[in-house]
């Protein structure tokens, strides 16, 4: 079992920067993707940003259209710990942000949310304008 935890919430201004953590703990050492959902009121729960990481290659990422250019994903060492920095945060990016995680077999991150494993509780990110 893993276990993911989430930091780094809160409110900010929108412009500002934000840097966003998730630990995972437990059995990961299967871990090969990790990354971000996020989820607005009224809305579905989105990928925002994923990287897949099997040590056979380059780490692969993937950012939603949405925030690309704004977002960047990076993991830790030991790729326990995934982090997402935001820029230019926009009112928009108002959401609660959930770390994911799942022992990929299909080689790279799976784009449904079904597809992953392991969550963490979420963090609220509130952008004002």
């Known amino acids: 079992q893993v276990q993911m935890v989430e930091s780094g919430g809160g409110s900010v201004q929108a412009g500002g920067p934000l840097i966003l953590s998730c630990a995972a703990s437990?059995?990961?050492?299967?871990?090969?993707?990790m990354g971000w959902w996020r989820q607005s009121p009224g809305k579905e729960r989105e990928r925002v940003a994923t990287v897949y990481d099997d040590d056979r290659g380059a780490p692969r990422q993937y950012y939603a259209t949405s925030v690309r250019g704004r977002f960047t994903i990076s993991q830790s060492a030991n790729r326990n710990t995934v982090f997402l920095q935001i820029n230019s945060l926009q009112p928009e990016d108002t959401a609660v942000y959930y770390c994911?995680?799942?022992?990929?077999?299909?080689?790279?991150?799976?784009?449904?949310?079904?597809?992953?494993?392991?969550w963490g509780q979420g963090t609220q990110v509130t952008v004002s304008s």
């Open positions: 437990g059995n990961t050492y299967r871990l090969n993707c």
């Open positions: 994911a995680g799942v022992s990929s077999l299909i080689g790279y991150c799976p784009s449904s949310e079904s597809g992953y494993t392991y």
